[in-house]
């Protein structure tokens, strides 16, 4: 079965915290993306990756391909940051985005 | 330019009625994607597009939901009838090119089905 498995499920944080959320598939992918999603409900991505490591702000983003595992790092955390985390993968040979069930971020003040 | 753009926001309708979603995608996509979100079942993908034409459906849920794009710039989610087991937020997104590309979320409609 291919899965995408997302921990933790709840990450309670102080501001200033260094956070990391983790993310594990089952078979190979073409891309993963990192999505934000807010309170408010709307859905914006953060970074697509096949290989390596990007850097967007206090954000970064890595991917093993052969350990088949990306993580998500958020440097100097802030309320603001506070937010749902999903990972979505495509799967080799598709064009589809397959779902994490998301992290749950709240960063106190 | 706007974003994705779809309406209504929130749609509040009883067991039985028809629910029309409409989605205006970002100009110059070439794909776009019908999501619903749930508390239980999380982000899944319905049915997506590309060049007007569905190629992936397999995604919705039962005979009672239909995804149209009769051109660039527009596409519908049709629910009829509605059941209460349908009350999700559903997301339309669009992308460029390649379902690998980064994709473009719109802000959602919350439906509510009594």
């Known amino acids: 079965k291919n899965e995408v498995e997302q921990s933790p499920q709840n990450l309670t944080a102080q501001e200033g915290e260094f956070i990391t959320i983790n993310c594990s598939y089952s078979?190979?992918?073409?891309?993963l993306h990192w999505l934000q999603q807010h309170p408010g409900g709307g859905i914006v991505s953060l970074f697509m990756l096949s290989s390596g490591k990007k850097k967007h702000g206090r954000l970064i983003a890595t991917i093993n391909i052969q350990e088949k595992h990306s993580s998500l790092h958020i440097t100097a955390s802030h309320p603001r940051d506070s937010a749902v985390y999903i990972c979505a993968v495509i799967w080799n040979g598709s064009e589809k985005l397959v779902f994490g069930k998301g992290t749950k971020l709240t960063v106190n003040p | 330019d706007a974003g994705v753009i779809q309406s209504p926001r929130h749609e509040v309708t009883e067991m039985g009625q028809e629910v029309t979603l409409r989605c205006k995608p970002i100009s110059g996509h070439d794909y776009l994607f019908w999501y619903r979100q749930t508390m239980m079942r999380g982000l899944e993908l319905l049915i997506y597009f590309n060049n007007n034409v569905p190629i992936d459906d397999s995604g919705m849920p039962e005979d009672r939901f239909s995804a149209k794009m009769p051109n660039a710039s527009f596409s519908t989610l049709k629910i009829q009838p509605s059941e209460p087991r349908d009350s999700a937020v559903y997301f339309c997104?669009?992308?460029?090119?390649?379902?690998?590309?980064?994709?473009?979320f719109g802000p959602g409609t919350r439906l509510t089905v009594t």
């Open positions: 078979v190979g992918i073409s891309a």
């Open positions: 997104a669009s992308s460029p090119w390649r379902g690998g590309n980064e994709q473009y």
